[in-house]
């Protein structure tokens, strides 16, 4: 491979996005590509820290726009650490969220607006965006469900079911904005469904590049 590929999956909590990134990242590496699995908020050891402050159920009182600044503080540090010298190794990237999580969460469901996130995020990213896309859609019942067999809970994942509702809305915006990056993956299906789904889906980004 030329160049490395840039892969992010999204969804909302409980759609299954760990799980189904990393059976992926099992089956590619299985197939000789060297891969590197990583995820949002955190990544390294900066990024991680600023997790622990995000998702801290005692934080109770964080301003929304301190929220938003953090996740892209968290995103640039991780961007410049762990993706972009990866990309640069040819490696296939598969990064469990990315800026469309802080356009879902923070943009659509916390309200401040979409083109207010992207901005900010900009100046996080500075142009590096996904080669492709995978956005897991479940209902919120569905991803209701499966957090609560999980147990232990974040700071957003708490939210009421209002607030994911409006994740998912946002999503789904996001997926009529940008339909050439974003492929909607049908996340109720059985698990094996959806690891085969998202290989093909991401096989056909890594072919176009070989
Ligand atoms: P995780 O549970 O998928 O690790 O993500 C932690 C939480 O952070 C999850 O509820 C989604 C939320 N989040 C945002 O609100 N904005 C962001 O930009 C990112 C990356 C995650």
Not at 128 to 142: G, N
Request: proline share 2%.
């Amino acid at each position: 491979m030329k160049q490395g590929v840039f892969i992010t999956f999204e969804g909302n909590d409980g759609a299954g996005k760990t799980t189904v990134c990393k059976a992926v990242e099992k089956r590619l590496s299985e197939m000789g590509y060297s891969v590197l699995y990583t995820r949002e908020p955190g990544g390294s050891r900066i990024a991680e820290a600023i997790r622990q402050v995000l998702l801290d159920v005692e934080n109770t009182e964080m301003d929304a726009r301190t929220e938003a600044l953090l996740y892209a503080a968290s995103r640039r540090q991780h961007l410049v650490e762990v993706v972009l010298p990866a990309l640069n190794a040819n490696k296939i990237v598969l990064c469990d969220r990315f800026i469309d999580s802080s356009l879902a969460y923070q943009g659509y469901a916390r309200q401040i607006g979409a083109p207010e996130i992207w901005d900010i995020n900009q100046f996080a990213i500075d142009g590096h965006m996904p080669d492709k896309t995978l956005f897991l859609s479940v209902s919120v019942e569905t991803g209701k469900k499966r957090m609560d067999l999980r147990g232990d809970k974040n700071r957003l994942d708490l939210e009421a079911s209002a607030f994911h509702a409006r994740v998912r809305k946002g999503y789904q915006t996001l997926c009529q904005d940008y339909p050439e990056r974003i492929t909607v993956i049908d996340a109720e299906a059985d698990v094996q469904t959806v690891v085969d789904q998202s290989l093909q889906e991401i096989l056909k980004v890594v072919h176009a590049y070989e």
